[in-house]
């Protein structure tokens, strides 16, 4: 399958400890966040969202964080699987207006060691 | 569970001719995307449609591309006279509403000019 990773930076976490994945964002006016995770030869799967007037938002397993002060975006995995080996991508937009696109991060690559 | 479907998975073509990718959107959605990832680079938004036209494109999509809805199911992309630059993954995503509903993305067709 596709290997998007090649040129990506890579976090290697052993199986169960907790896993932290930053992101920096580009646009002030980006009032919607998303993270993205994607395997080996599949499209981008959608994790956990989060909108502006909030700083924190957890999901199964998963949290994410929002810094507006600094644009900074994190996505905390707890007890990190082998199934979550892949490469994370957060996307930003801005939710009024025409504008309706994702704008995506550069990824990371998440690497379980077993 | 509904998902997007995209065909081909793989489509080689010589520089110079034309290739249409396509794809079948989750079928209640009303906006539809595509999004291209070159190689270890980011995933790139190129255009979004909604209510059987164009409501947002990047700079990327230039005349050679165009995006069609030809019947209720399939929404597709040409490449009218494909270049080397356009060998990378396209995905096409659909989302049922506007706003923050999640993007759902296909698995991709990988297009590589030769």
């Known amino acids: 399958g596709e290997n998007v990773g090649l040129h990506l930076p890579t976090l290697s976490v052993q199986e169960g400890d907790n896993s932290i994945i930053n992101c920096a964002y580009s646009?002030?006016?980006?009032?919607?966040f998303i993270w993205y995770k994607q395997e080996s030869g599949k499209g981008p799967q959608f994790i956990i969202d989060i909108r502006s007037n909030m700083d924190k938002r957890q999901g199964q397993r998963v949290t994410v964080l929002l810094n507006k002060t600094v644009k900074h975006l994190s996505l905390q995995i707890a007890a990190t699987q082998p199934g979550d080996s892949a490469v994370y991508f957060c996307a930003e937009k801005i939710i009024t207006g025409a504008n309706s696109k994702l704008t995506f991060g550069k990824g990371i690559t998440l690497s379980v060691r077993p | 569970e509904p998902e997007v479907t995209q065909t081909p998975s793989h489509q080689v073509t010589q520089m110079g001719q034309e290739v249409i990718l396509r794809c079948v959107p989750i079928?209640?959605?009303?906006?539809f995307y595509w999004y291209r990832q070159i190689l270890g680079q980011k995933v790139e938004f190129l255009v979004s449609?909604?209510?059987?036209?164009?409501?947002?494109k990047s700079e990327i999509f230039d005349d050679q591309f165009s995006v069609e809805r030809p019947d209720g199911s399939n929404f597709t992309l040409k490449i009218r006279s494909t270049k080397l630059e356009d060998s990378a993954m396209y995905f096409c995503?659909?989302?049922?509403?506007?706003?923050?509903?999640?993007?759902?993305f296909g698995p991709g067709t990988r297009l590589t000019v030769l």
């Open positions: 079928s209640n959605h009303l906006y």
């Open positions: 995503a659909s989302k049922i509403r506007g706003g923050t509903d999640t993007q759902y």
């Open positions: 646009n002030s006016a980006s009032d919607y």
């Open positions: 449609f909604y209510n059987n036209e164009i409501s947002e």
